[in-house]
């Protein structure tokens, strides 16, 4: 099984402020690497896939790199609808899938 | 429009099983494309993939999960159903099905709905 941790468990930002989120994957999963937003009460968001690539509709502020076993998920400028939980996602070992345990981002 | 609805008792006591049905709508189980999917959130807590079935029957399961889950599909219905036996307090969770593709940005999940196990 793949395990992906993610860090830091909790980011504490004010708004315009930069973000960036690790993920770390216990074995290479090429670039099938995703990141997900989710908010209370919703299913999760994608944001990003094959590590770099951003999902229809997300903005620009939103960005991914990495490759192999090291990921970052980017936001340049937090905006308010920003805040929530941030998932990354492997799906190099198809059909078997891992989450990494979430980075919450607060308003500080 | 493509729906995924979950639906099922909210509700299950300690040892019995959970069961679930996911009707989908406005795509066919039967695609070559996807499998179908169910994940989990216990409160406050992340995300797990407890398995996925393909239209053919085919079926994969988190190994954590593997002793007491069974996935199985209807293609007639268009739905596939979830059975976890043997829960406890720990299987307290929301569970989302999904229709699921090798290409994640062609997925698609339902809502969710949240299951308590308490007796």
């Known amino acids: 099984e793949i ?43 994608l944001l990003i896939y094959d590590a770099s690539n951003r999902a229809t509709g997300i903005p620009a502020r939103f960005s991914g790199s990495g490759s192999g076993t090291d990921f970052t ?36 | 429009q ?19 049905l996911c009707t989908v709508s406005g795509d066919s189980i039967s695609s070559v494309a996807y499998h179908w999917g169910w994940i989990r959130q216990p409160p406050g807590k992340g995300l797990e993939w407890i398995g996925s079935i393909y239209y053919s029957g085919s079926t994969k399961y988190n190994p954590s999960l593997k002793s007491r889950v069974t996935i199985s599909v209807d293609t007639s219905k268009n739905q596939f159903s979830l059975k976890l036996n043997s829960v406890t307090a720990a299987d307290t969770a929301v569970y989302f099905c999904a229709r699921l593709s090798p290409y994640v940005k062609n997925d698609f999940w339902g809502q969710g709905t949240l299951v308590t196990v308490s007796s």
Do not use: M
């Open chain 1, 3 to 45: 395990v992906l941790t993610q860090s830091p468990a909790t980011l504490s930002l004010s708004p315009g402020e930069r973000a960036t989120l690790s993920c770390r994957a216990s074995q290479s999963v090429d670039k099938y690497l995703a990141w997900f937003q989710q908010k209370p009460g919703q299913a999760p968001r």
């Open chain 1, 73 to 108: 998920l980017t936001i340049s400028s937090l905006e308010p609808d920003d805040f929530g939980v941030y998932y990354c996602h492997q799906r190099d070992n198809w059909p078997y899938l891992t989450f990494g345990g979430g980075t919450k981002v607060e308003i500080k």
């Open chain 2, 2 to 20: 493509l729906q995924l609805q979950e639906s099922g008792p909210g509700l299950v006591k300690p040892s019995e099983t959970l069961s679930l």
